[in-house]
């Protein structure tokens, strides 16, 4: 079954004061390509924060934003049909998942044929960004840079082409952008695009991804409303505050162990301080330069994602500039409650509530 797919990125909740260290939301692109895709990979360190400098493919943009998305989602697979998308068999690939105390998705596998890896499972990436120890490890050739945006400026990476990745009976040939990580919990970041061409499900009852090679039974799952923006999915929410409602396009984002986090923009262009008052805490997270962000930990009474609702959810939102345009993620403290069904060919999201849930199915 590995020719399935053939070819080709912790808040710990204490008192009320939360502090976050990054080392950087980051933009990868290959020195080959620049100007054209870009990878975008978010390492965390054993402290992390969401995803908080996220880009929007909307910005700026005079075309309706689901237009935009839609039109850029299938260009996308219309370059991947081009050149060559992977042979994807029927077959279902089983991959088992430990689910750390940092709430986020780890599974072993290889790269090059190296002993086992610790393996970082996070939608709210597209590419794949490895430690420099695992670079050498695994054999990895450095044949080209790439550059790091992060929050708070751009710096150049190196970057490997054409490794083979392998998760259970699952492989791709991947490229990776090679980060100086130091005390992680992992060994590499993987994003989405390892599951190019299948349907991943991320079951968080079994700690099992399940790779289809088609849609599996929806019975239960609630499709979302979904925007691919920055070339990461996104869902629609709404929040409810004491005297407003507001409306959010949250990516999804396993790489994160937080709960609703907005960033700078969303925040300033709703004046979230006046309007999200029940304040918890604080949190601080740096850029990969080393600049500190500060952010604001409130507590608001629901959010409902697609007729879901989530009772007093933890919101944070950042209130210096982080370089973001997008509005903001969902990480895992909120995903780990649902099953997820991610078909990476239609770009549609389902979740249905799962065992560890603690929420209440809206009255439709």
Known sequence: ???????????????????????????????????????????????????RSMDSCLAQRKLPMSRICRIRFLALLAVTALCGAP????????????????????AEGTINHSRPLRFLVDT??????????????????IDDQSENTGADGTTLV????????????????LGAAVIDYQNRPFDAVLGWKFFEGSVVEI???????????????????????????DNIPAVEVTLHAENASLQAWLSLDTGSNGTID?????????????VLTKKIGTSQFSGSAGRKIRAVDVRVPS?????????QPKVSFTIDEDGSSGDGTIGSEVLRNFNILLDTKTGDVYLRPNGRAVLQQLRR
């Open 158 to 173: 190196d970057y490997s082409t054409n490794n083979t990745v392998a998760l259970g009976d699952a492989s791709r040939t």
């Open 1 to 51: 079954m590995s020719a399935m797919l053939e070819s080709l990125t912790p808040v710990f909740h204490g008192a009320e004061v939360y502090s976050f260290l990054d080392a950087g939301v980051l933009r990868y692109t290959p020195a080959r390509d620049r100007g054209q895709a870009k990878l975008r990979i978010k390492p965390f360190g054993p402290v992390a924060h969401p995803r």
């Open 262 to 274: 907005l960033g700078y923009s969303y925040s300033s262009r709703h004046n979230l301080q006046d």
């Open 203 to 229: 079951d968080y009852d079994k700690k099992t991804l399940f790779v289809h090679g088609t849609l599996p039974s929806t019975a239960g799952y609630t499709r979302m409303n979904t925007r691919w923006i």
């Open 87 to 106: 042979a994807v068999s029927a077959e279902t690939i089983a991959i088992p998942f430990e689910l750390g105390k940092d709430h986020r998705i780890y």
């Open 303 to 311: 959010a409902d994602i697609q007729g879901i609702r989530l009772d």
């Open 124 to 141: 709210g990436a597209d590419g794949m960004a490895v430690s420099v120890a695992t670079s050498e490890l695994a054999g990895m050739k």
